[in-house]
């Protein structure tokens, strides 16, 4: 099992920014991340794998930027302009496969990092 912790979230007014981590217990292949706002299902919002190749949904393309460190096992995710709609708790994920795709096949999470965006 891998563990995942993530940081750096909290309460921010639109239009301000983020920077989310993500400290894995081993290396790692894909990671991704993840949100969930209250009522919501599950959103994909980046991923990446370790040589750097990157995916956003289109919901945070050019505002969001998924990035590691594959020495520190870190991922990281800068949230730029930040929207209300953006308030979700943020989860960081992560699983053994050649194929990053945005999709719900990631098997080892972490515990979040709660994102509040006001108005």
């Known amino acids: 099992q891998v563990q995942l912790v993530e940081s750096g979230g909290g309460s921010v007014q639109a239009g301000g920014s983020l920077r989310l981590s993500c400290v894995a217990s081993?290396?790692?292949?894909?990671m991704a991340w993840f949100r969930q706002a209250p009522g919501k299902e599950r959103e994909a919002v980046a991923s990446i794998n370790p040589y750097a190749n990157a995916m956003h949904a289109d919901s945070v393309k050019g505002r969001f930027t998924i990035s590691r460190n594959n020495a520190k096992n870190t991922a990281y995710l800068q949230l730029n302009s930040l929207k209300p709609e953006d308030t979700a708790m943020y989860y960081c994920?992560?699983?053994?496969?050649?194929?990053?795709?945005?999709?719900?096949?990631?098997?080892?999470w972490g515990q979040g990092t709660q994102v509040t965006v006001s108005s």
């Open positions: 994920a992560t699983r053994r496969d050649i194929d990053c795709s945005l999709d719900q096949g990631y098997n080892y």
């Open positions: 081993a290396s790692t292949y894909c």
